[in-house]
């Protein structure tokens, strides 16, 4: 009997202590399916395993081309999916070629404000800085043709400026360095990325290279190419369908022709309002749609609307144009 009475003693204290761990895991539960968050756990879960996939992807870049530097095409873009549709493939097909691993990302804007390019690229290295060890800021509607025209990694103290002044089809002039650029991630770094202040068209490159020789970053352009402005590169830029914003609104004409020394990477602000995987021919994209905000106090030119007086209209009022 005693033998019995300690072995019914054991196994009600297990019972008791059963029910008191059940009780306890029951009461962090939550108490009905409204309470819990469960789409933010679906979408949280979801990005992480789409980062991981990500990675992996990004990884498997380098092993296919011999363990080379991972290069970012990024590309800031708004309503130019036409161009878009040849950037992707030719360029891919045209960095293959060199045997570049790199990875297209599209950084689309996609709100209520004037296009920002310097900003999207902005957003297109932090996006990109952890997996990729430099990258291309790149314009959709610019393609290269000569093969001489490398991508590689910089090896020396600078940028590589792809669309130089003589071989870009339009611009020419001695700080020019617009169109494409390669640069690694810490040069880019060092220099605090772009200034956030250029709304419209315009300038953002300028102001990027004095940003780059206040730095003593060196830039460096393509050498003995033998092609020239008029067929180095296709310049997929219809004037009249796509039409630049080149409205200066406000005294943004005066305050963006000075070096900014305020705004850039640690002074961005903005939301990736979601990320697309796209595929274009076969051609892997990844699309982020950003929305940037606008402090109107310090850049009111973030908006202009069409009938609010700049100073080149005022000027032409007052002599009667």
């Given at each position: 009997?005693?033998?019995?009475?300690?072995?019914?003693?054991?196994?009600?204290?297990?019972?008791?202590?059963?029910?008191?761990?059940?009780?306890?895991?029951?009461?962090?539960?939550?108490?009905s399916l409204d309470s819990c968050n469960c789409e933010n756990y679906?979408?949280?879960?979801?990005?992480?395993?789409?980062?991981?996939?990500?990675?992996?992807?990004?990884?498997?870049?380098?092993?296919?081309?011999?363990?080379?530097?991972?290069?970012?095409?990024?590309?800031?873009?708004?309503?130019?999916?036409?161009?878009?549709?040849?950037?992707?493939?030719?360029?891919?097909?045209?960095?293959?070629?060199q045997e570049i691993p790199h990875h297209i990302f599209v950084i689309?804007?996609?709100?209520?404000?004037?296009?920002?390019?310097?900003?999207?690229?902005?957003?297109?290295?932090?996006?990109?800085?952890?997996?990729?060890?430099?990258?291309?800021?790149?314009?959709?509607?610019?393609?290269?043709?000569?093969?001489?025209?490398?991508?590689?990694?910089?090896?020396?103290?600078?940028?590589?400026?792809?669309?130089?002044?003589?071989?870009?089809?339009?611009?020419?002039?001695?700080?020019?360095?617009?169109?494409?650029?390669?640069?690694?991630?810490?040069?880019?770094?060092?220099?605090?990325?772009?200034?956030?202040?250029?709304?419209?068209?315009?300038?953002?490159?300028?102001?990027?290279?004095?940003?780059?020789?206040?730095?003593?970053?060196?830039?460096?352009?393509?050498?003995?190419?033998?092609?020239?402005?008029?067929?180095?590169?296709?310049?997929?830029?219809?004037?009249?369908?796509?039409?630049?914003?080149?409205?200066?609104?406000?005294?943004?004409?005066?305050?963006t022709r000075k070096r900014d020394k305020k705004t850039g990477l640690?002074?961005?602000?903005?939301?990736?309002?979601?990320?697309?995987?796209?595929?274009?021919?076969?051609?892997?994209?990844?699309?982020?749609?950003?929305?940037?905000?606008?402090?109107?106090?310090?850049?009111?030119?973030?908006?202009?609307?069409?009938?609010?007086?700049?100073?080149?209209?005022?000027?032409?009022?007052?002599?009667?144009?």
């Amino acid at each position: 009997m005693s033998i019995l009475k300690t072995n019914a003693m054991k196994l009600l204290s297990i019972c008791i202590i059963f029910s008191l761990i059940l009780t306890c895991i029951i009461s962090v539960l939550p108490l009905s399916l409204d309470s819990c968050n469960c789409e933010n756990y679906i979408e949280t879960h979801n990005s992480i395993y789409n980062d991981i996939q990500n990675r992996k992807y990004y990884n498997s870049l380098v092993g296919k081309f011999n363990n080379k530097k991972k290069l970012a095409i990024i590309v800031p873009f708004r309503d130019r999916f036409d161009e878009l549709l040849e950037f992707a493939p030719y360029m891919t097909k045209f960095l293959n070629d060199q045997e570049i691993p790199h990875h297209i990302f599209v950084i689309n804007q996609v709100d209520r404000f004037r296009f920002n390019r310097a900003s999207l690229i902005n957003v297109g290295f932090l996006y990109t800085k952890d997996n990729f060890d430099y990258f291309a800021m790149h314009d959709v509607d610019l393609l290269p043709l000569n093969n001489d025209l490398k991508y590689e990694y910089p090896e020396n103290d600078g940028v590589m400026h792809i669309a130089a002044p003589g071989l870009h089809p339009k611009y020419n002039y001695p700080s020019f360095i617009g169109g494409i650029l390669i640069i690694k991630n810490e040069h880019f770094a060092k220099v605090n990325g772009m200034s956030n202040r250029y709304w419209g068209w315009g300038l953002e490159d300028d102001e990027f290279y004095v940003r780059l020789k206040d730095a003593s970053i060196k830039v460096y352009r393509p050498q003995n190419i033998k092609t020239d402005m008029s067929n180095t590169f296709v310049h997929n830029h219809d004037r009249i369908h796509r039409r630049r914003d080149t409205a200066k609104c406000y005294n943004q004409k005066e305050e963006t022709r000075k070096r900014d020394k305020k705004t850039g990477l640690d002074t961005l602000k903005y939301n990736i309002n979601s990320r697309k995987e796209l595929a274009i021919d076969g051609i892997k994209l990844t699309i982020l749609n950003v929305k940037f905000e606008c402090d109107k106090s310090l850049t009111p030119w973030c908006e202009c609307s069409g009938d609010m007086p700049t100073k080149d209209t005022k000027s032409k009022a007052k002599k009667g144009l």
